[in-house]
């Protein structure tokens, strides 16, 4: 295998990884409120316990939310750190790893990692060639990819 097919195998599965990694934190953050509410309201018989349980339960979900959001974290250093020392001869190769680079930088900032997941998205639809016709996609391609 030749180092720019092990770098364009490394962003795909780096991309499906982190986008699928990173979907789930809105999932469990949502699950965990709907949940952590339905259960404070309606399971305890006072206020005292109301409070108790939406302290546990918000806790328990926060933390697995935190577990995923290392897992991609780690996840994205670990690309960062192999695509740190090659030399890409292909230009859409190169602007797609920059893209993924930038997108795991941000993914890595707590505020506004939902830029970043958007960037692991649009990463792994480029890479896998998947870009609609007449759609942002399209226009992201053009502007970022294909200059």
């Not at 870009?131 to 502007?143: A, E, M, P, R, S």
Request: aromatic share 14%; hydrophobic share 50%.
């Amino acid at each position: 295998m030749t180092d720019e097919s092990k770098l364009w195998t490394l962003l795909i599965t780096s991309s499906r990884k982190a986008a699928r990694l990173g979907i789930i934190i809105p999932i469990i953050f949502a699950l965990t409120v709907v949940i952590t509410a339905l259960t404070g309201v309606f399971l305890p018989d006072t206020y005292e316990g109301s409070i108790q349980v939406l302290k546990i339960g918000l806790s328990i979900g926060f933390s697995i939310i935190l577990v995923f959001y290392l897992i991609t974290w780690f996840s994205c250093l670990a690309f960062l750190r192999e695509t740190k020392q090659h030399e890409i001869a292909d230009e859409k190769l190169r602007r797609l790893i920059v893209m993924n680079r930038v997108s795991c930088i941000i993914f890595m900032i707590p505020i506004i990692f939902f830029v970043g997941l958007f960037g692991f998205f649009k990463v792994k639809t480029f890479a896998e060639g998947k870009v609609q016709k007449g759609t942002l996609d399209q226009i992201l391609y053009h502007y970022f990819i294909d200059k």
